[in-house]
């Protein structure tokens, strides 16, 4: 029992430094200068980030690419983030037809079911038609990780379609 209690924690605390880590991604271009006292100019304090506003954001999963078989969501997400509680994700996908083949979206229950595309304890949050027209939208209502994958084929387009992603949304900071 402690070994897995020592697991969840090392998992919950490697997630935080990871969220916040991609939280601060551009604060290497003002270390130079960076001065507590001196918040005047055009330095770091006057740059916001392209998710950070005052408002909640809603966000096509994939940008143009949609939600499709190939595409790495990992990479997107951690170039795309940091996301907020609130924001909104689009998920966005053909119907399935003769030319495509059928997409859903899962939200798994834990990192070692998101690690292995473990679709047994998943809840389905978008069925194969879903993702039509203007999508469906799922939004970040609570601090947590949240682990999103295709289930379609048993979980082949999680596995080797790279069709999964995770993201732990920050408390939104107004100034």
Same mark, same amino acid.
């Given at each position: ?37 001196? %918040?005047? *100019?055009?330095?770091?304090? $006057?740059?916001?980030? #392209? @998710?950070?506003?005052?408002?909640? +954001?809603?966000?096509? &999963? ?5 939600? %499709?078989? *190939?595409?790495?969501?990992? $990479?997107?997400?951690? #170039? @795309?983030?940091?996301?907020?509680? +609130?924001?909104?994700? &689009? ?85």
């Amino acid at each position: 029992m402690a070994m897995k209690c020592g697991g969840a924690l090392f998992v919950v605390v490697a997630m935080s430094i990871f969220a916040i880590a991609v939280a601060n991604k551009d604060w290497s271009t003002v270390a130079g200068n960076w001065n507590p006292w001196n %918040h005047t *100019g055009g330095d770091f304090w $006057d740059y916001p980030h #392209k @998710n950070c506003y005052e408002r909640s +954001n809603r966000i096509v &999963v994939g940008g143009s690419e949609n939600w %499709h078989y *190939g595409f790495n969501y990992t $990479d997107w997400a951690m #170039k @795309n983030g940091p996301f907020y509680l +609130n924001d909104t994700l &689009v998920f966005k996908y053909a119907p399935p037809n003769e030319s495509t083949f059928p997409h859903s979206v899962y939200l798994l229950p834990d990192f070692w079911s998101f690690q292995n595309c473990d679709l047994k304890r998943a809840r389905k949050i978008g069925e194969v038609t879903s993702g039509g027209g203007q999508g469906f939208e799922f939004v970040l209502k609570r601090w947590q990780p949240y682990y999103f994958a295709c289930g379609e084929h048993k979980g082949i387009h999680c596995k080797d379609g790279l069709m999964k992603f995770t993201v732990w949304p920050l408390i939104r900071w107004y100034h």
